[in-house]
């Protein structure tokens, strides 16, 4: 709200420098935005509250400042030039829906020559930013912007049969709007009538048909009271925001329409507009004044700090406040109409406390009892995981939960994603069904900038429309490309692959504890046919991993491989991971064995897992594959796969022929089930036994 | 057979050689699996040649292998317990060469500067809860003590996903999931995500992340408000800050404050501070009494509790505090940028 230190001045006795109106109204939380000099005067731009829409003219604003500042506020007379008529013989005002028009006051004047405004009114409208048009609208204006409540001129001579309907709108009828806005009206819009047509929209825009013109010589002003529910849904579904709307859907005064409209009236006077007799007052819904018990105990009880009974009695009143007292620390409160915020006691508190000074309520660190934490499961398993992917080398990116047609489809994920219903822009219209879209534009931006090594990580939810409604479900991202690492004397960098990503998988899942899992070969829109894996814990699937298929890399310009992986941790920490058990460390030695196979090339490595674990063979500690060999000396439909087998006893040192026996059973069993045969040479003792 | 026995004895030297070289497992490892491996080890290549000698040679030979074998099995062992003790000094290098490279992962700035916030309030005893960011017009706006079609809701403007379904616009509708679930006394902080419908710009993104606490008990202040958030402030951003409270309005607060924190760049002398604009103070959070209509809403007794709730944009305070101008940027994931705060 712009607010002219000049015209303060017409509503305030006495000087007041700028410096003390700012710091006035900065301690009452009226936030002094922008200043400006324009011949002479300052003009401040002032931060309003929605709650408050007394302040959105001078005269709110000079209200605040004479009770902060401790000034007195003007009294200022509107003296009128009356014609001996009454309003009612020149215009009939009926109000045909009191719900949305709770009260109507017109006024009509006769006589006046439309012509440019006086210096001092432009200058006033100019200070708040608008151009002069001519003194009937800038008078209009300047009732706004001095008592901020709207008003509105028609031209007398043509609203039909001078007839004033305040009705709604009847189903095809149209508006041609001050602003040149043809608006089709809906039912539900309040608008005034004449006898014959709609020549306003109530409390937002006036019609051209009936708007004052040069040649206009009589006008009726209207100043009502709308309803403000129906003033902003009025607004809203006509698309146009004006001065008049903002404030009617705030909440105006609803005491207020007869002395608007004799200001406006009384300025008219100096360009030869005599005023009706007795203005039109149609007040069919006059609201019951409310009164509020103001306790002085829960001043103190709320704001932690003693104020004195007199500071607060002087505060309200001075505030035009009635306040009345009941009983020793107790007060009635009546909130005078314009102060449409105060309900409550919590509400008068509230101003109390704003002239009292915030900075002077001292600052208390709370004594704290110990209470039982409320439990987050999800955030503390999360919490986990975090720290193990920095562990293992991958950096945390969030990325925005915005997705847009042409990803979706691209990803492909199957999920149906969620409409935002006003987006800012196509690009942001739909919420990511996956978190795989932005792990991919993040990595190619750094691939941009010329970064190599990029594993990233992001955490967070995925959303979709499904028969239950719109859902959101926690999900980890994981995406590997480039190399592992910079080139350095002492490594070899490695490029990061499939199993690089997919030892990040497993690390994560053993290290949280959900075990056993387990991976299935399945195809993925996201993956290179042949290179995707489905994860699944207890059976269920929970994420999968894969090189994301060359199309969609070329979307992002990518052009090495990228490996990705979802897993779904809403889904998997829903789960019971195996509980936490202490064991033993053993106190004897272990035999280790390494065997190399010759194993069927079309025999899958967790097969093999599998039969050696439904073995019953409790010596047998750990099977883990050492060395993956396909060359000259192995036959073409083979793999040689070697093993290290660890077996120990915990109760005894192992005997060698024991150890015999179980790795015969192991040879015997693989040998059965896929044909697994012993590689020449193919057996080494280890003879490391490690305790 | 000459030739064999020199090739065995060429392969013991070699042996020989390279286990004095050997000063660490993995090296001892390599060289066990250079001269035993089953594959490609010397010693089972040397075996698979027995096969091209005489039946006369073939056991001579064949002793003299196996001999090897032994000699280097047991030096492998020997060797093995040695390393253990043996004092490694890396003869020849230069000691000035760099070490190995450690790959580490980091965190994102924005959740590290979370985990700041987040820990200042777990140290007095509060929890963390996390809501969802789908929610409905209760939630979000009525439960509040927003009324419908009210213009307070112009501030908080709005992403919708269905005529009561919508984006939440603050972390506060879980301030009523809370209160709904949890009896007093509750000291909660709510981080998480919160959109807003705004265009891009460097000050403005239509996500961003925000913190929420929530105090309810009996007995609760306004000065309880200011002591605990001067204390909070001071912690993240430094005892020198100064703090200023003023008056504001929130739907769900009364009274309600929004608190400012002295700029560090100019000290208000700069009308050109690109963090104050020269008025000395940058809004940070906004702050209030928990409204008695909101506490009315979950079915606690305003009379015997009261209660204050904060909120403050994780972005914007670490732009404060280290001086970023482009929040963009935080969205960008430059591991360039995000990877330097994993640092301080
Ligand atoms: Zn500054």
């Known amino acids: 709200m712009k607010i002219s230190l000049n015209w303060l001045k017409e509503y305030l006795d006495g000087d007041i420098s700028v410096q003390t109106a700012v710091e006035a109204l900065e301690r009452i939380g009226l936030m002094v935005e922008g200043r400006e000099e324009k011949d002479g005067d300052i003009v401040l731009e002032v931060e309003t509250y929605s709650n408050r829409p007394d302040t959105l003219g001078h005269l709110g604003m000079a209200r605040e400042l004479a009770v902060a500042l401790g000034l007195r506020l003007k009294e200022r007379n509107w003296p009128l030039s009356e014609l001996a008529v009454r309003t009612a013989d020149l215009a009939d005002v009926q109000i045909l829906d009191a719900d949305l028009c709770p009260r109507y006051c017109g006024v009509v004047v006769k006589g006046i020559k439309v012509g440019p405004s006086p210096a001092w009114l432009q200058k006033r409208i100019e200070s708040m930013g608008l151009n002069p048009i001519n003194n009937v609208v800038d008078v209009s204006n300047y009732v706004l912007f001095s008592t901020s409540h709207p008003i509105h001129a028609f031209d007398l001579d043509k609203i039909a049969g001078a007839r004033v309907i305040i009705r709604r709108a009847k189903k095809g009828e149209r508006l041609l709007c001050l602003d040149g806005t043809d608006l089709s009206l809906a039912p539900d819009m309040l608008v005034i009538a004449d006898e014959v047509k709609p020549i306003a929209l109530a409390g937002v825009i006036g019609g051209q048909a009936s708007a004052v013109t040069e040649e206009t010589k009589d006008i009726f002003i209207e100043s009502a009271y709308f309803n403000p529910v129906s003033v902003r849904l009025t607004r809203k579904a006509a698309g146009l925001q004006t001065d008049a709307s903002y404030r009617f859907e705030r909440g105006a005064d609803i005491s207020f329409p007869p002395q608007a409209a004799l200001m406006a009236a009384s300025l008219l006077t100096p360009f030869g507009g005599r005023s009706s007799r007795e203005p039109a007052d149609v007040f069919p819904l006059p609201p019951k004044k409310k009164e509020i018990i103001l306790r002085h105990r829960r001043i103190t009880e709320l704001l932690g700090v003693q104020v004195d009974e007199t500071f607060v009695q002087k505060t309200l009143t001075d505030l035009e406040l009635g306040v009345e007292q009941q009983q020793p620390g107790v007060w009635r409160v009546k909130a005078p109409s314009w102060r449409v915020d105060l309900d409550r006691e919590a509400d008068l508190i509230e101003e109390v406390a704003r002239f009292y000074g915030y900075e002077k309520v001292p600052s208390v660190v709370p004594s704290l009892q110990v209470v039982d934490p409320i439990p987050d499961k999800s955030r503390e398993k999360l919490d986990r995981v975090r720290p193990l992917l920095f562990h293992y080398g991958f950096n945390e990116v969030i990325n925005f939960s915005f997705s847009d047609a042409d990803r979706e489809r691209l990803l492909a994920t199957g999920f149906e994603a969620i409409q935002i219903r006003n987006p800012i822009s196509a690009k942001a219209s739909l919420l990511r069904t996956n978190i795989l879209g932005g792990l991919l534009e993040t990595a190619a931006w750094n691939k941009n900038r010329g970064l190599d090594a990029i594993q990233i990580f992001e955490t967070g939810n995925v959303y979709f429309r499904d028969e239950r409604g719109c859902r959101e479900r926690l999900t980890l991202g994981l995406l590997s490309t480039g190399m592992r690492e910079e080139p350095h004397w002492r490594q070899k960098s490695r490029e990061a692959d499939f199993f690089h990503l997919k030892g990040v998988c497993e690390a994560l899942l053993q290290q949280l504890r959900y075990e056993p899992f387990s991976f299935e070969k399945a195809e993925h829109p996201c993956f290179e046919p042949g290179s995707g894996l489905a994860m699944a814990y207890k059976e269920e699937k929970i994420g999968y991993l894969g090189l994301v298929v060359g199309r969609i890399r070329e979307v992002f310009d990518l052009k090495q491989p990228v490996c990705a992986a979802e897993i779904d941790l809403e889904l998997l920490f829903g789960k019971q991971p195996k509980p936490f058990t202490y064991e033993a460390v053993a106190k004897y030695p272990a035999i280790v064995r390494d065997v190399s196979l010759l194993v069927p090339r079309d025999v899958s490595y967790q097969d093999i897992c599998k039969a050696i674990e439904k073995l019953p063979l409790p010596i047998l500690e750990e099977s883990r594959l050492i060395d993956l060999y396909s060359g000259e000396s192995v036959p073409k439909d083979k793999i040689s796969l070697s093993f290290r087998f660890v077996y120990r006893h915990l109760q005894r040192t192992l005997l060698a022929e024991e150890v015999d026996r179980a790795e015969q059973q192991v040879l015997v069993q693989l040998k059965r089930a896929f044909g697994a045969q012993l590689r020449e040479g193919g057996k080494i003792d280890n003879r490391t036994g490690k305790n | ?344």
Not at chain 2, 27 to 52: I, V, Y
Not at chain 2, 85 to 102: I, N, Q, S
Not at chain 2, 204 to 232: I, N, R, S, Y
Not at chain 2, 259 to 274: E, F, H, M, N, T
């Open chain 2, 1 to 344: 057979m000459k030739n064999f026995e020199s090739r065995v004895d060429e392969l013991r030297k070699k042996f020989e050689g390279a286990l004095a070289g050997v000063n660490d497992d993995r090296a001892l490892e390599d060289l066990r699996n250079e001269f035993l491996s089953r594959k490609r080890g010397h010693l089972t290549l040397f075996f698979d040649d027995l096969k091209a000698l005489t039946p006369e040679e073939r056991p001579v030979a064949g002793k003299l292998v196996n001999e090897l074998k032994i000699q280097v099995q047991e030096a492998l062992t020997t060797r093995q317990g040695k390393l253990a003790t043996r004092v490694v000094t890396p003869d020849k290098a230069d000691l000035t060469l760099p070490g190995e490279k450690l790959p580490w992962g980091a965190p994102h700035p924005l959740m590290l500067f979370q985990e700041e916030i987040e820990n200042i309030f777990l140290a007095m005893g509060f929890s963390i809860a996390e809501g969802p960011e789908i929610e409905t017009d209760y939630y979000n706006f009525e439960a509040l003590n927003f009324p419908p079609h009210h213009p307070a809701r112009d501030s908080w403007d709005t992403l919708y996903l269905g005529d009561d379904l919508l984006l939440r616009t603050h972390t506060s509708p879980m301030q009523i999931r809370v209160m709904e679930k949890f009896k007093p006394p509750i000291r909660i902080i709510i981080p998480g995500k919160v959109y807003r419908r705004e265009a891009i710009d460097p000050t403005h993104l239509p996500m961003f992340c925000q913190v929420e606490g929530l105090l309810v008990d009996e007995g609760v202040t306004l000065a309880h408000l200011k002591g605990t958030l001067e204390h909070f402030l001071k912690t993240l951003l430094g005892d020198k800050i100064e703090i200023r409270f003023r008056p504001s309005f929130f739907p769900f607060t009364e009274p309600s404050a929004e608190v400012d924190i002295s700029c560090i760049l100019c000290r208000g002398k700069d009308p050109a501070c690109p963090i104050c604009g020269g008025t000395g103070w940058k809004e940070l959070l906004g702050a209030g009494m928990v409204d008695p209509q909101v506490l009315k809403n979950v079915n606690i007794d305003p009379e015997r509790y009261s209660g204050w709730a904060f909120g403050l944009g994780i972005e914007r305070t670490a732009m404060f505090r280290y001086q970023i101008a482009d929040m963009r940027i935080f969205y960008e994931n430059d591991l360039r940028f995000t990877r330097q705060f994993s640092l301080k």
